[in-house]
């Protein structure tokens, strides 16, 4: 859970439109040379099929319902519905009881709202349904994990606020099919389905960053300047968590425009950040379901990343394994054990490009570290799980607190650091055919620097630059070993992830907050 002080999770954009188009008003609707359409919705009976082994409906035939009109698609003719007058959308409708239906309309975006020109402004759309809502736009849905609204079911009688575009242009066309459902459905409603309001909200400057500062550069060396804009800003997009971890940018896709995904392991929680500034709860439960969870301090979660086919792949501190997010939710265990053991708590995690997955396993998320009774390997290991997901294989036990991790751009390499506030050091292999690793040596050795942290997280840009978290900030060393500047943020990151389209972002999760800084050079994503 968030702390008392922590930004509120809400529906972007932040803050008042610039202007509004009221779509339950006539000259709303004009303005957008819209006219609403409306139809009622019938279950009808469907075949389809029993759960198969898959988990998918790929069994036995069987009987069920299914719905229509399926009117949520672009291609779909309304023509011949009902034209509705928008005044009259609080009229009630549909059957009562258990039903459902849906309101369409097309609208064009104007080249003024009021004063307001429309052109590059954001544009949402707002709408609260009497009881429950989901919107198609221009004929797609996403379906996100953990998604709160947006196109989906938000609440009973939430608005659900859409994001239509970021660059809005004059004469732009965007559908809109709303899916109307009474509720709560157990309660065999008594009402209608009604809609309480539906707007347009123009943004020219929405609001996503909490605040921003300059960020102050330590420079050793002149060739930071290619890394390091002049004038970089960190900028802070949410805070008031507990200690924040893990992050992965997740790309754009069919499904959505790109988004963050951090873990809080103190919390026990996975947080979705989007570029809208939305914050929400990707995952509960993400590390830890056991009786003695209050005996831990970081039972969640920690390392993620994705595999080649986007799939996300979580450290979890208090089950003590690696595990992946199939597509439809479900878990797969991919490292558990070792040699008959129990691993410790695995910490961070990278995928080579074969597909084979290594991570670091200290025992930081047991209640007692190394002395704790639950542990029961010997050593803090690396490891490596071999591409087709049935080998663990251990790789070097040379390290106390084995943490960060990454290759080389072109693999030759693997860098690992260690969270050891006697021996601060990144080590260096030579990456074999087979995927193991050899002629370890100390690549780095920050021992001797002023500050408390020992190394954490680790990332590489694509011209072999390391990033690492170290004693005072964000190290930037290049691929020779030279110390060329770190970073000083208002919190200190310990571990952070390139995003946006370019991968020149980096979003840094630094102990209660989470910030990003805009780079020269793109980072190494999976």
């Not at 809109?176 to 020219?204: E, M, R």
Request: net charge negative; charged share 25%.
């Amino acid at each position: 859970m968030l702390r008392a002080e922590s930004q509120v999770v809400q529906d972007p954009p932040f803050g008042r439109p610039d202007a509004i188009v009221d779509l339950a008003s006539r000259e709303g609707v004009q303005l957008v040379s819209g006219q609403w359409r409306y139809h009622d919705v019938k279950i009808i009976d469907a075949d389809s099929r029993a759960v198969g082994p898959d988990l998918k409906p790929s069994g036995a035939p069987t009987k069920t319902y299914d719905y229509e009109p399926r009117a949520g698609v672009a291609e779909f003719d309304d023509s011949r519905w009902e034209a509705i007058d928008p005044t009259t959308l609080d009229q009630r409708r549909s059957t009562a009881k258990v039903c459902f239906n849906w309101y369409r309309i097309n609208v064009t975006i104007p080249e003024k709202v009021g004063n307001v020109s429309t052109a590059g402004s954001t544009v949402a759309f707002e709408i609260v349904i009497d009881d429950y809502a989901e919107v198609w736009v221009s004929g797609k849905m996403p379906r996100i994990l953990g998604q709160p609204g947006g196109e989906v079911i938000k609440g009973f009688n939430a608005p659900n606020r859409v994001i239509l575009t970021r660059n809005a242009q004059p004469g732009q066309k965007i559908q809109l099919a709303i899916f109307g459902i009474n509720g709560p459905i157990s309660y065999s409603p008594q009402n209608f389905i009604w809609i309480k309001s539906a707007t347009l909200d123009f943004y020219n400057s929405p609001k996503v960053v909490l605040s921003e500062i300059p960020a102050q550069v330590i420079k050793k060396d002149a060739a930071l300047d290619e890394i390091v804009p002049a004038g970089a800003k960190i900028e802070k997009l949410a805070g008031g968590f507990l200690f924040t971890e893990g992050p992965i940018w997740v790309p754009r896709n069919e499904e959505s425009d790109g988004y963050l995904l951090f873990s809080d392991p103190n919390n026990n929680l996975i947080y979705r950040w989007t570029q809208d500034g939305q914050l929400s709860v990707f995952l509960t439960k993400s590390g830890y379901r056991g009786f003695d969870i209050g005996e831990y301090g970081q039972p969640g979660s920690n390392g993620l990343t994705l595999d080649k086919q986007g799939r996300l792949t979580i450290n979890q501190h208090g089950n003590r394994r690696v595990v992946r997010m199939e597509k439809n939710g479900q878990l797969t265990v991919l490292a558990d054990h070792y040699d008959g053991k129990r691993l410790n708590s695995p910490n961070d995690l990278v995928y080579k490009s074969d597909g084979a997955l290594y991570f670091t396993d200290p025992p930081f998320g047991l209640p007692k570290f190394f002395d704790d009774p639950r542990k029961e390997l010997p050593y803090s290991g690396l490891f490596r799980v071999s591409p087709d997901g049935k080998k663990v294989q251990l790789l070097t036990t040379d390290l106390k607190g084995p943490n960060g991790l990454a290759f080389s751009p072109d693999e030759r390499y693997f860098y690992v650091d260690d969270w050891d506030t006697e021996k601060k050091i990144i080590m260096r292999y030579e990456v074999q055919p087979d995927g193991t690793l050899a002629n370890g040596k100390v690549f780095f050795d920050m021992t001797s620097a002023e500050g408390e942290d020992a190394l954490d997280g680790m990332k590489v840009d694509q011209k072999g630059n390391l990033y690492v978290s170290g004693p005072g900030g964000l190290w930037i060393i290049s691929p020779e070993g030279k110390h060329m500047g770190t970073i000083v943020g208002p919190e200190h990151p310990h571990n952070f992830a390139w995003g946006d389209d370019d991968g020149k972002t980096l979003y840094l999760c630094a102990k209660t907050g989470l910030y990003r800084i805009r780079l020269n050079i793109p980072g190494i994503r999976p």
